[in-house]
């Protein structure tokens, strides 16, 4: 009889009852060891046993007992291994098992039996039985199917799976995400830890060096009991009296542990200790020195005179006589000073007066009308409170008077006094008022941040680390750490540490704070995952949407979520921030909450309007720069346009028109900003204006809010932007030029009053503002595909989407399409409850029909391959870069990637491979026409798609020959996006039947497929399809047969030609006297009937001899 009986995690009890004797075994044995240490034990046991001892052996040895079952099994192994059988073996076999660590057991025989019985008897209620019929009867019996219960089970079976799943990724967020709040040396700080660790005691090193030898110790106790009745006595009455003696010895033992881990703690103490004093004194040093010091050991160490030695270079200076003929610099200096005046001669007469240059006189003006003045801060008095600059301030000082020059710095008190008489404040201000970085610190010196922590959201993941960075600085901490200590920021310093202040922020995959982080700047996102994880918020006693105005999906979700916690939550304090005149909306939506307003412009703006509206608002763009250039003051001009190709046409135009004036007028900067724009040539917008010059800045919307541009004090606003709408029955996408908000305009005079006194001048009357702009922008929520928003409801575990209480409701209809969207992609089941399937595609940060897409790749083996071309397509249309100097050879770039007319996504793939080979070239991108921005972005998603593979569970594995697979899995994704070719050269989508074309620069253009699977449809001057790749019909078939029928696929369509040909026959009494033959393009109908009647006329005429003559086609 051998059994074991567990008392805790570190007692075992072994009995051993065998014919001889029985013995019972008690081992406690407490394990301080790593790897290192079994090796070298197992070393010096092998040297004891059998007399030798290789590394490779000791792996060897340790590998059998990890593939062991039991300390016998060991034995066995050991013996054949060519060990002695004796005692000495066997225990030995009994300590490796025992040391050796290995992972958890399988199911054994036992286990297995009964899952495969479990498994038949499953298997077996699928049957059903026939009823009992009579001999005599012939029609036999009929078998009742009923589908509902192994529906249900299948339900069941998916939401266990989707719950496993969901536990899974909450332990790898834990174990994944990245911490960056540990403190770091740099290279030469461990390096000067290193040199200067020999200041440490001699006795404390030998300890160290000691224990890290002996890690490992056993305290093993054996009690021997030879006779059966000894042993009954411990089984039956001896249990608690062997248990105390158990605790005594676990007692004794835990005391000397506990006494040598006391020691070697000490010595470690005093080791981190010196190596903290060195890092604090250099960190000292760095701090109070803002300037290059020459290190002393240069002069007194190396005994090098420097005054002597750079006292030569300023020989010529100290001689006494210049032009004294012994000075060896006479003659350089005199032809110095014959040249300055050569270059200085003035030709005339020194009375004639300057005539006055004539004045440049417009062909073309436009008259403007001013308004109103934006009233701005007056900035005199409040500069001349502040103290004299010209001392020298430390960095921190200078961003302490910073801080007070900002626009909300008078309205601090009214603020906390505001924050603290409501629960919910609505904070408007301009942009660069300062709200997003002074109201948390605010708070902070309040003493909110002794209940929990300050949180703050961001629209954008830079601007929450760039925020985040901001703060800190002007904090005096690092970011996501402790404060630091600074001689001359001592009161500073000694407040921060008082609370021990940390600045954090968290993105996706990136969380820079820790447990002490106080103030901590997040997107909207990763506070929509916290309320997953943490639904009542326990730990924020302060939360700040900011860049509420943008009302992107994630703000107006969070809205409707945190208007639910506020009612449960009567000490959780939140602010809504906006830089629009939307406020009274968000009030209204939050119980009629207060609002709190913030002057933010620093400077007054003057309002200009035109006389009578303008018919092209391009060319009244540039006339009004010209106008604004020659007449007005110097400062710099922002344009607003709408889009890459008014700005390239705006471009070109005023280069044209200034290049002819030469010296008239001074020198105009033209530089232009939009999304597609090389990095290299954005960043010119931000590089100073040269002195005499004037910079106009050609710019879309992106510079409203994203972009702050020091130097413009001249706004012109056409009042236009593209803005993207949704068609939820056609699922088209259309952007589309559409008059801006009355916000936006606001928004975009603001742009000129943050450096001095403005002017705005608007390309429309006071009339159009008032009559014809509307108050605020659409909400996003409002104009696009709700499939992303409804995915992440469902998987925040909100499935009453139709009551759930948004600011702006959607429409209907979109979320209804989104319902049966993700109903086709597997994402939801017939209840609406998300799938296993729908889980993973959660996880993804893609459109719902990519995520479908990569997980469908997993059975088709060609992952790497589809979350390459995810990535590629998640970066847009901003790809391929056309200069209009160089169309041509741009084109016959982007075509060499579509060579064997393998469609657009494979084209995709083919980039992105071939830049991967060149090593990431970047002249390999200029040569080819490609923007390298986004191909970096591009790699950036491709590796954050790859991370997100391991975390779902799918393998990276790659198909590359094989095409028709990774077409399948693109087809897998994008099914309900398909299309066949019809006569006339366009398409018919199979579902929610429309006519589409491709886009012409698409790969397949030219070639036209029957039937293609495309990725967006957009409408511009036709409905485009973008991103076409051909398909075989049968696939729908395959993939989706709940939503295709063979019907659908049926190709009936006759084979046809895209050129018609024309043959005309003369006949001269039934006669044939010639022929005719022409072939045409068949897009060119109304060619054909003109070529033809020419071609009559021309027969009539030369066979005006007969009566009959017959024409036929």
């Known amino acids: 009889m051998v059994g074991s009986i567990y008392l805790s995690s570190s007692f075992r009890l072994e009995l051993d009852d065998t014919t001889e004797n029985r013995v019972v075994v008690i081992s406690y044995v407490l394990k301080m060891g790593s790897d290192h240490n079994l090796k070298t034990w197992v070393s010096d046991k ?10 490779t052996v000791v792996q060897y040895v340790i590998g059998l007992s990890k593939q062991a079952v039991s300390a016998a099994d060991v034995q066995t192994k050991l013996e054949e291994f060519g060990c002695s059988s004796s005692t000495e073996t066997r225990t030995f076999a009994q300590e490796l098992f025992a040391r050796v660590p290995r992972k958890a057991a399988g199911l054994n025989l036992y286990q297995k039996q009964e899952r495969e019985a479990a498994l038949l008897v499953k298997k077996q209620k699928t049957y059903t039985i026939l009823d009992a019929d009579d001999d005599a009867d012939d029609n036999g019996g009929t078998a009742i199917v009923d589908d509902r219960p192994s529906s249900e089970e299948e339900r069941l079976r998916d939401q266990r799976e989707k719950e496993q799943l969901e536990q899974h990724l909450r332990e790898r967020d834990a174990a994944a995400t990245r911490k960056l709040t540990e403190p770091k040396l740099t290279r030469m700080e461990e390096e000067e830890a290193i040199r200067r660790s020999n200041a440490l005691e001699k006795d404390d090193i030998e300890y160290l060096r000691y224990s890290n030898n002996n890690k490992v110790e056993e305290y093993v106790i054996h009690l021997s009991l030879t006779n059966a009745d000894s042993f009954n006595l411990l089984k039956e009455e001896g249990r608690k009296a062997l248990y105390l003696w158990i605790c005594c010895v676990f007692a004794i033992s835990w005391v000397i542990l506990l006494e040598r881990l006391e020691t070697f703690g000490k010595a470690s103490g005093r080791y981190k200790k010196k190596i903290y004093e060195l890092v604090k004194k250099r960190s000292e040093e760095d701090d109070t020195q803002s300037e290059y010091r020459i290190p002393d050991a240069y002069d007194e160490e190396g005994h090098v005179n420097q005054e002597k030695r750079f006292a030569v270079s300023l020989q010529r200076y100290n001689l006494d006589s210049a032009g004294d003929k012994m000075n060896p610099f006479a003659e350089q200096e005199a032809w110095e000073e014959h040249q300055m005046g050569k270059a200085s001669l003035k030709y005339g007469s020194k009375n004639k007066n300057q005539s006055n240059d004539y004045e440049y006189v417009f062909e073309d003006k436009i008259d403007f009308i001013r308004d109103s003045v934006i009233d701005g801060e007056n900035l005199d008095e409040l500069h001349s409170e502040l103290p004299d600059k010209s001392k020298e301030k430390s960095a921190l000082e200078m961003l302490q008077e910073e801080r007070k020059t900002l626009p909300i710095y008078p309205y601090r008190d009214e603020l906390l006094q505001a924050v603290n008489e409501y629960q919910v404040l609505v904070i408007v201000g301009e942009t660069g008022s300062g709200k997003t970085t002074q109201i948390p610190q605010y708070l902070h010196e309040a003493g909110y941040t002794k209940q929990g922590k300050i949180g703050c959201t961001q629209p954008r993941r830079v601007a929450a680390m760039s925020v985040a960075a901001r703060v800190s600085q002007e904090m005096g901490v690092k970011l996501g750490h402790e404060a630091f200590i600074n001689s001359s920021e001592k009161l500073w310093t000694l407040k921060c540490s008082e609370f021990h202040l940390q600045v954090g922020y968290s993105i996706r995959f990136e969380d820079c704070t820790s447990e002490k982080t106080i103030l901590k700047y997040m997107t909207d996102g990763m506070l929509l995952r916290e309320i997953l994880s943490e639904p009542n918020l326990e730990s924020y006693s302060v939360l700040m949407v900011d860049e509420a105005h943008e009302r992107t999906l994630s703000t107006d979700i969070l809205f409707g979520l945190l208007k639910d916690l506020i009612k449960f939550r009567s000490d959780l304090k939140l602010l809504i921030s906006s830089a629009t005149l939307d406020a009274e909306k968000f009030s209204d939506y939050f119980g009629s909450a207060p609002i709190f307003k913030i002057p933010g412009r620093r400077y007054p703006v003057e309002i200009h309007y035109t006389k009578a509206p303008e018919a ?27 889009g890459q190709e008014e700005i390239e046409t705006a471009d070109e135009i005023l280069k044209h028109r200034t290049r002819g004036l030469g010296s008239k007028i001074a020198e105009l900067i033209i530089c232009p900003i939009y999304a597609n724009l090389p990095t290299e040539l954005q960043a010119k917008i931000f590089e100073p204006t040269p002195e005499g010059a004037r910079k ?31 068609n939820p029955r056609t699922g088209m996408e259309s952007l589309l030029v559409h008059p801006i908000s009355k916000a936006s305009a606001m928004q975009r005079a603001g742009r000129s009053g943050r450096t001095g006194p403005g002017k705005c001048f608007r390309l429309y009357t006071l009339h159009n503002y008032h009559k014809d702009m509307d108050d605020n922008t659409v909400p996003e929520i409002q104009r696009t595909n709700l ?28 979320l209804l399409k989104a319902l049966e969207l993700l109903f086709a992609l597997s994402a939801l089941n017939k209840l609406g409850e998300l799938t296993k399937v729908g889980r993973r595609m959660a996880e993804f940060p893609l459109d719902p029909m990519l995520s479908k897409m990569i997980v469908a790749s997993d059975k088709d083996k060609c992952s790497d391959e589809i979350i390459t071309i995810a990535a590629m397509l998640s970066v847009g249309n901003s790809i391929f870069y056309r200069p209009k100097d160089k169309q041509v050879h741009a084109d016959n770039a982007r075509m060499n990637f579509h060579l064997g007319n393998v469609g657009d996504h494979i084209a995709l793939l083919r980039v992105y491979n071939s830049w991967r080979e060149c090593n990431y070239s970047t002249q390999w991108c200029y040569e080819n026409y490609i923007q390298v921005r986004s191909m970096k972005r591009a790699r950036d998603i491709r590796d954050q798609l790859e991370g997100l593979l391991e975390r779902v569970e799918i393998e990276v594995t790659s198909n590359l020959n094989d095409l028709d697979a990774i077409k399948k899995a693109i087809t897998s994704g994008f099914f309900p996006h398909s299309a066949k070719l019809q006569k006339n050269g366009s398409y018919w989508t199979v579902k929610h039947p ?5 886009h012409p620069s698409s790969g397949l253009a030219q070639v036209l497929p029957r039937w293609v699977v495309y990725h967006e449809l957009v409408l511009t001057t036709k409905e485009y399809m973008r991103q076409v790749t051909e398909l075989k019909p049968e696939w729908l078939v395959e993939i989706a047969p709940h939503y295709y029928q063979l019907k659908d696929v049926e190709d009936r369509m006759p084979p046809f030609s895209l050129f018609v040909s024309i043959c005309v026959r003369v006949f001269v009494c039934a006669v044939n006297i010639g022929e005719f033959y022409q072939q045409y ?6 060619e054909q009937d003109v070529r033809r009647s020419k071609l009559s006329k021309v027969i009539d005429d030369f066979l005006d001899i007969t009566d009959k003559l017959d024409i036929s086609e």
């Open 787 to 814: 499939a992303n928003v409804v995915l992440i409801l469902k998987s925040l575990g909100i499935d009453d989407l139709v009551n759930f209480d948004f600011i702006d409701p959607p429409p209907e209809e979109a």
């Open 1081 to 1086: 393009p068949r897009k060119c109908r109304e």
């Open 994 to 998: 429309q006519r589409v074309h491709i």
């Open 46 to 55: 092998l040297m004891s046993l059998v007399g030798f001892s290789q590394p």
């Open 696 to 726: 106009v800045v050609l710019a879309t919307n992106i510079a409203e809010t994203s972009l702050t541009i020091d130097g413009i004090k001249y706004v012109i606003d056409p009042g236009f932007s593209k803005v993207k709408s949704y």
């Open 616 to 642: 092209d608002y391009i060319d009244a763009a540039i006339v009004t720069v010209l106008q604004i250039h020659v007449t007005q003051s110097p400062g710099d001009i922002l344009v607003f346009l709408t």
